[in-house]
């Protein structure tokens, strides 16, 4: 199979879930940031980068991400929530949330996920480790989301869409499985 350095990128991320305690640098999270911003967007865009480094904030976000799942009763995460070890952030310093105007005058969320993956693929190049995270989001849907809006600055008429966590890997990334042929169709 044909190999380059982005190539090798692509292939070599996986999803993180163990993390050092020490924050990345500013010029780590800021190459991070920009790339997000390079994601290809149907229209203008409409996002938004929040870019969280504050521990007792990402502790808040958590709690109240596992009590929205916890009064929601959703069936599959659910054990996740009820568990007080469980950590849905997984102890990284870094949280980006991805928010999108939602006056959007084209479906936003196809931009915001490829920003997300940028983000991702980003994060790999530098030899950090990355997870997209659905479970935080769930945090807004609490009653503390209001608050949390707020506290975490959050323009008026934005709604959060997606995350992603960033930190220094304690974990070595999982072998990648085959590629599978069944899911490629090629018409010649
Ligand atoms: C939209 C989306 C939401 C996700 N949410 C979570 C999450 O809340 N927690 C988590 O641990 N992983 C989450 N993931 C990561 C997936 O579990 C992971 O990407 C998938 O298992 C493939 O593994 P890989 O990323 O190592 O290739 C999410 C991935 C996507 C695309």
Known sequence: ?????????????????????EQISDAERDAILAAGQCAPHAGAPVWHFTAVQNRVLLQRLNQAAKAAVRQMGIPGLLPLAENEAYDCLYGAPTLVIVSAAEASPLPPEADCAAAVQNMLLAAQSLGLGSCWIFFVTMAFLSPQGGE?????????????????????????????????????TVID
């Not at 044909?2 to 999803?15: C, M, Y």
């Not at 869409?161 to 599978?180: C, M, Q």
């Open 1 to 21: 199979m044909l190999t380059n350095e982005t190539l090798a990128v692509i292939r070599q991320r996986r999803s993180i879930r163990r993390y050092q305690p």
């Open 148 to 184: 949390l809006r707020e506290a975490l600055r959050l323009p008026a008429g934005y709604k959060p869409l997606f995350s992603a966590v960033f930190g220094y890997p304690s974990e070595a990334a999982p072998e990648r499985p085959p590629y599978d042929p069944g899911v490629v």
